[in-house]
């Protein structure tokens, strides 16, 4: 597998996984509601890239690593990491929560300032639940490829050190 067609594996893999999963509670939270103003469930679409970014690497760090051990993906397609990615703690908590933070900052914030310039929208349920998918969806396939390329730091510690 080529480093290209692994990000795009994993972001589509991880959307529609997202998909389904935010798509499901949300109609199972909201199906009973004839009508759903926006600001009641702002909130819930605004966190859904700090949830993204969070689970993404909570669940997907140990894989992503294996993936990248040998680095012959990564020297096939020639990448070199920027040093920022380096940065990044190794413990997956707290890669976990450095990402979720930045996610919250460049990402949910300013979804949550947007959000409102829509007006007081009353929404049905459908459609709702159609604007947690549309978001979940986007931010999936944005910030999914953003931690894959991220961890393509690690697998040059994991050389070093020798372990995953």
């Not at 709702?128 to 944005?142: D, H, M, N, R, Y």
Request: net charge positive.
């Amino acid at each position: 597998m080529t480093f290209r067609s692994y990000v795009i594996a994993n972001a589509i893999g991880v959307a529609l996984l997202n998909t389904a999963i935010n798509g499901g509670y949300t109609w199972f939270l909201w199906n009973d509601k004839t009508q759903l103003p926006l600001s009641a469930i702002g909130v819930d679409i605004a966190m859904t890239p700090i949830w993204v970014g969070l689970l993404s690497v909570l669940l997907g760090t140990y894989f992503i690593r294996k993936a990248f051990a040998d680095r012959t993906m990564l020297r096939k397609a020639r990448i070199k990491p920027p040093a920022v990615f380096r940065k990044l703690p190794r413990s997956i908590i707290m890669r976990a929560t450095v990402v979720a933070i930045l996610c919250a900052v460049v990402f949910a914030i300013p979804l949550s300032q947007l959000l409102p310039l829509f007006g007081d929208g009353i929404l049905t349920p459908t459609h709702a639940v159609g604007t947690k998918v549309i978001v979940t969806i986007a931010f999936s396939l944005l910030i999914v490829p953003l931690i894959v390329y991220a961890t393509t730091a690690d697998s040059e510690r994991m050389l070093i050190k020798g372990a995953l």
